[in-house]
Nanobody
Framework: VQLQASGGGLVQAGGSLRLSCAAS????????VGWYRQAPGMQRELVATITTGNKINYTDSVKGRFTVSRDNAKNMVYLQMASLKPEDTSVYYCDVVALVYGSRRYENYWGQGTQVTVSS
């Protein structure tokens, strides 16, 4: 499974961005999906996830500002980010748990990351 994240860029504080993540390859089923971010010198942290049971979770710092969604038919995952703050500056990674054709196990896959920079 290949994940291609896009939509990052430079935005002023208070602005918005929409990240997209496209999953391709021999994908049979995508169960859980999520977005993580990692700032320089920091550990990767969870931003938002949609679990297998479609429960949505957000880290506290983005609640009310970010919205995660998915399009199962297109194997796409999105992160709508609004009211962006300088502290949201990070590389954002998408993550899916998927079952591929010919496999009996769900595996975790990561995208390459997209840079989001929020200027003050």
């Amino acid at each position: 499974v290949q994940l291609q994240a896009s939509g990052g860029g430079l935005v002023q504080a208070g602005g918005s961005l929409r990240l997209s993540c496209a999953a391709s390859g021999n994908v049979l089923i995508i169960s859980a999906v999520g977005w993580y971010r990692q700032a320089p010198g920091m550990q990767r942290e969870l931003v938002a996830t949609i679990t297998t049971g479609n429960k949505i979770n957000y880290t506290d710092s983005v609640k009310g500002r970010f919205t995660v969604s998915r399009d199962n038919a297109k194997n796409m995952v999105y992160l709508q980010m609004a009211s962006l703050k300088p502290e949201d500056t990070s590389v954002y990674y998408c993550d899916v748990v998927a079952l591929v054709y010919g496999s009996r196990r769900y595996e975790n896959y990561w995208g390459q990351g997209t840079q989001v920079t929020v200027s003050s």
